[in-house]
């Protein structure tokens, strides 16, 4: 294999910059995401829809010292505050395949003595002044799941701001109210009215309220401060409370909050795409080109370095030095039996064998067979001693055969 890389050092370097500027940016989409872009509106979800809407008033409530916590899950076993249902698109929410209707939330509640306040949707002026029938059907099916009985009625619709005075039991002071085309409800306690109907009513125990107009929790209302300053007066006053809870799971925005439901999803989903491209690119700095065949290394030869290979491969493998007697004895029968040009043999046997013949012809008495055997049983009973003294012999061995001065084994 060639040792020409598929990426050089700064095309890897660009790459890996690359990568790493498109995780950060996948991941600051994910967190900032939202404060960028505007979101997207859901069906009456004015919170979702921009500036104009529930977002408005949570803040202003915040403003205003009221502590408020938006619900995104429909688990509401936990929320002991009073509960603010704005503007629910249906009466009843589905999740995991499990539905929970309007009428048993409040009920739920009211037996756990925890206030609920449901802020009904607006209707809207169809053609020659009537009512969308959808949002009449709709209303009404909001009603029908109150535990009391509460009717909804409607101003004339004109385009004009109407300025009421709207009263509250034990208050001498009215409240200004601005509403186009008022919504109010018949029934119930009221808590604010006026000749013609009232806009907020509570149930017998006072757990339950009912809001007619979402208007009044809308911005182009709260900014005129009457408003704002009735909500604040109703938390703190009416319902004694410095913390509400502002549910948005009627609107139809249910938050899982699950991984699967985060990486599965535009922009998370980027996520893994990117990890995927940091993986492929890791995976390719490590191959290499097919090329032609690196050049075999340089024979090692007899002396230091053979023993220095020898020596270090035997410390790579924890051998003893019995080991490394045999395997040098090993080494040096191969070496003698090639360089004496022998004929060919497939094992050290052989060439020991083939060996002792040449020794014989050149009346040398050593025998390379017998130092084989010596440093076979010496390798089982691993006598440190023993076995340099053979690895001596073996050196001695290939310098007589081969006429040089004697070696260092």
Partial sequence: MSERALFGDRVRLVVIAVAVMSLVATVGALVFGRRLTTPEAQPRDSYGGGALGHRAFVETMRALGVRVQRWTRPEWDSVSAPLWIIE????????????????EL???????????????????????????????????????????????????????????????????ATRRLELRWPQRVQGGVPVLS???????????????????????????????????????DFARDTLHAEDIVVDEVFHGAVRTRSLPELFGRWPGVLVLVHGAIVALVVLLMGRRRFGPP??????????????????????????????????????????????????????VDARAALIDQAAERRRVGASATKLLAEARAVEKTRRRREALVIARRAAELRAALMGKKEERA
């Avoid at 969308?132 to 619709?157: K, M, N, Y």
């Avoid at 109407?162 to 509250?168: D, G, L, N």
């Fill in 88 to 103: 629910p698109n249906q009466p009843w929410v589905m999740w995991q395949s499990s539905t929970t209707t309007l009428g």
């Fill in 294 to 347: 690196d050049p075999i290394p340089e024979a090692l030869g007899r002396g230091p370095r053979e023993v220095i290979e020898v020596a270090a491969s035997v410390l790579a493998n924890g051998s003893r030095e019995t080991t490394l007697a045999l395997r040098y004895v090993e080494d040096v029968i191969g070496d003698l039996h090639r360089r004496l040009g022998l004929s060919e043999a497939a094992t």
């Fill in 106 to 172: 409040v009920r739920a509640r009211a037996d756990a003595e925890r206030v609920t306040v449901i802020v009904l949707p607006k209707w809207r002026p169809g053609v020659l002044g009537m009512v969308e029938d959808e949002d009449a059907i709709a209303i009404a099916a909001i009603l029908t799941e109150l535990p009391f009985a509460v009717s909804l009625s409607r101003g004339p619709i004109e385009d004009d701001w109407q300025t009421i005075e709207a009263r509250e039991p034990g208050r001498e």
């Fill in 194 to 232: 006026d000749d013609e109907g009232s806009f907020v009513v509570h149930d017998d125990k006072a757990l339950i309220y009912v809001v007619s107009d979402p208007d009044l929790l809308h911005s182009f209302n709260l900014q005129r401060g009457a408003h704002a300053a009735f909500w604040r």
